[in-house]
């Protein structure tokens, strides 16, 4: 089994920036990869970004890229997701996602907590 613990989230003004960060633990070296999704007020959680552990792969969603960098540091197994620019529809509960391969990455085996993103206008 694999832990995330995924934190970082907070009240943010429009244009300002965050970092979430989430830590695994457990059988971590079954993981390929990792990502995070959000689910903001009313709508279905949705794929924001994922990579995997030593970066050679990561996708984004394009409403979030060239502003959110998704980023990993194996020797801590930790993944960060810096996002700036942040725009009001950004708000949402964040969650880290975890899976064997990047392919099944749309269908994670394992998710964090989630942290709450919240920007205001």
């Known amino acids: 089994q694999v832990q995330l613990v995924d934190s970082g989230g907070g009240l943010v003004q429009a244009g300002g920036s965050l970092r979430l960060s989430c830590a695994a633990s457990?059988?971590?070296?079954?993981?390929?990869?990792m990502g995070w999704f959000r689910q903001a007020p009313g709508k279905e959680r949705e794929f924001i970004t994922a990579?995997?552990?030593?970066?050679?792969?990561?996708y984004y969603a394009v409403s979030v890229r060239g502003r959110f960098t998704i980023s990993a540091d194996s020797a801590k197994n930790t993944m960060y997701l810096q996002m700036n620019s942040l725009k009001p529809e950004d708000t949402g509960v964040y969650y880290c996602?975890?899976?064997?391969?990047?392919?099944?990455?749309?269908?994670?085996?394992?998710w964090g907590q989630g942290t709450r993103v919240t920007v205001s206008s």
């Open positions: 990579s995997t552990w030593n970066g050679d792969s990561i």
């Open positions: 457990g059988r971590t070296s079954s993981i390929t990869a």
């Open positions: 996602a975890a899976s064997h391969t990047m392919a099944t990455m749309n269908r994670p085996e394992y």
